[in-house]
């Protein structure tokens, strides 16, 4: 047995020699030992040590889809904007249209990069007039600052906060009831992507996210450090009667990935652009961010490739990097991210295609370790969204 | 965790159980609970013979793809069709139901130079 490429390749055995043979340093969230103690399997992942399982991939899944669970996503990187010209720089840096945010709303955006591509993706939260969160991804943080403080010819107050929060995404059909005893807000009736910023589980100054990576619904909650280890054991006291567990990065991207949700550095890199990645939704040409010329471009123009998800007709499961042909054999493009879907129990994944494929119902073929097995175009999500 | 004392082991995470000249392969138990949930075994190699130290099939987890490498050189004679429809026996049983390939030895001799139980244990660190 041995590890062939895939986006997880350093889960498993090759992990140990990758640590032992990199000089940059692993950071610990804050509650390492806990996760430890739970059991879960430890990988570096963006540069911290995270919990990749508990138990089983599978039934962390599961437990996510049809009751509630616990991601520990203290990794992520918050960024706090304030000033009178903070929606001013975020409207240059972010390709969404966050004038139109109120205070207590989120928003999905990117931030395009000056070469075509997407620095990052990310959440903007309004915390107030003149005050922002922008909420990133762990392995882009450094990167992601240095850009936005390059970009800040407009004299707005930066704080990188990303030390002092963590982050747990409660998420499952379930999560609303199992945390309601912690907070006086109806999380009900919360609608998605808003959030308050209040007392949850006796801990001030909590945000409660009415957002989420999985589809299922549920709650990000952004704890101060300090608060970290009570709040997580309140949270899983309030679930014990719903079933509440601990869940994985594993079950996180087959979770992800059956919603059709893009992961920076497999789906969506410094070279891909927005448009080409499905992410026009968000990419608002009513304003001008960075690359607004070439974004109008490829906007008026059309993309030569594009994003698509895809489900496995023939047996077999697509994984990142596999190549993907037309029926006479050449190449058309390239898987960016692959599993078997838990939920479904086929093989689905995305890949960027020539745009000549891209089109819903599209017939292609996924080299799948030597052999060409047809899979078909889909509208995603490949599992209907519970949210 | 289970090595039984009684069967060869690879660097590769194989397990082989001799029978007569015939050997029977699976992966160990180290090696399911690193890659996790199987959910695909593929064996194209059925009726053919592979080489000592060849990629017979591949094991697919949630999360990655594993090659399988032939422990010895031999004639794969038939695989352990209950995992077409149940790949998590690998998980629960991977030293029994959960056996992946039934071959015939070229030479069964060579099977000494495998790996003890003892062995493989020190390797893994388990």
């Known amino acids: 047995m041995g590890n062939k490429a895939g986006e997880f390749i350093f889960v498993f055995l090759t992990s140990i020699k990758l640590m032992e043979n990199t000089t940059s340093i692993i950071t610990q969230v804050p509650l390492n030992d806990l996760h430890e103690s739970l059991g879960a399997k430890m990988v570096p992942f963006a540069g911290f040590n995270m919990p990749v399982r508990y138990s089983s991939d599978l039934e962390e899944h599961h437990t996510i889809r049809n009751g509630v669970g616990v991601f520990d996503v203290s990794h992520m990187g918050e960024f706090r904007l304030k000033g009178p010209q903070a929606l001013e720089l975020i409207q240059l840096i972010s390709s969404n249209d966050a004038s139109i945010l109120t205070n207590g709303k989120i928003q999905y955006s990117c931030m395009p990069n000056d070469k075509g591509g997407i620095v990052d993706d990310l959440l903007i939260y309004k915390i107030e007039d003149e005050e922002y969160l922008l909420v990133v991804n762990a392995g882009n943080i450094q990167k992601d600052w240095d850009w936005i403080v390059k970009n800040n010819s407009f004299e707005v107050e930066m704080t990188n906060e990303s030390a002092d929060w963590c982050l747990f995404a409660v998420q499952g059909p379930k999560a609303a009831e199992a945390l309601q005893s912690l907070t006086a807000t109806d999380l009900k009736v919360m609608e998605y992507y808003t959030f308050i910023i209040g007392e949850f589980a006796n801990v001030s100054n909590i945000i409660i996210s009415a957002t989420g990576y999985t589809g299922a619904g549920g709650f990000e909650i952004y704890v101060p450090k300090a608060f970290a280890l009570q709040v997580w054991n309140k949270i899983f006291e309030a679930g014990a009667s719903y079933g509440i567990k601990p869940i994985g990065l594993g079950a996180r991207d087959t979770l992800r990935l059956e919603m059709g949700y893009c992961l920076y550095g497999n789906d969506i890199d410094d070279t891909t652009s927005p448009l080409e990645a499905g992410l026009g939704w968000v990419t608002k040409l009513n304003k001008k961010c960075i690359n607004y010329e070439y974004l109008l471009q490829q906007k008026e123009n059309g993309v030569s490739k594009k994003l698509v998800g895809f489900t496995m007709i023939d047996r077999g499961i697509p994984r990142g990097h596999y190549e993907i042909q037309n029926e006479a054999g050449e190449t058309i493009g390239t898987v960016t991210s692959g599993t078997q879907s838990p939920t479904l129990g086929i093989g689905i994944g995305m890949g960027y295609v020539h745009s000549a494929y891209a089109k819903v119902g599209s017939e292609i073929f996924i080299l799948v370790r030597g052999k060409k097995l047809k899979a078909q175009v889909v509208k995603m999500p490949f599992v209907n969204r519970q949210v | ?126």
């Open chain 2, 1 to 126: 965790m289970n090595f039984p004392s009684e069967l060869k082991y690879t660097a590769e995470h194989e397990w082989l159980r001799l029978e007569g000249d015939h050997a029977i392969i699976g992966i160990t138990e180290f090696a399911q609970k690193e890659l996790g949930d199987i959910v695909f075994i593929d064996i194209p190699t059925i009726g053919t013979v592979v080489g000592d130290g060849a990629v017979f099939g591949s094991v697919e987890a949630v999360k990655t793809v594993s090659d399988l490498f032939m422990p010895l050189s031999g004639e794969v004679l038939a695989f352990n069709t209950a995992l077409e429809s149940s790949p998590e026996l690998v998980n629960t049983d991977p030293y029994g139901k959960g056996w992946m390939v039934k071959v015939k030895l070229a030479d069964t001799a060579a099977v000494s130079g495998l790996l003890s139980a003892a062995d493989y244990q020190k390797l893994v660190g388990a």
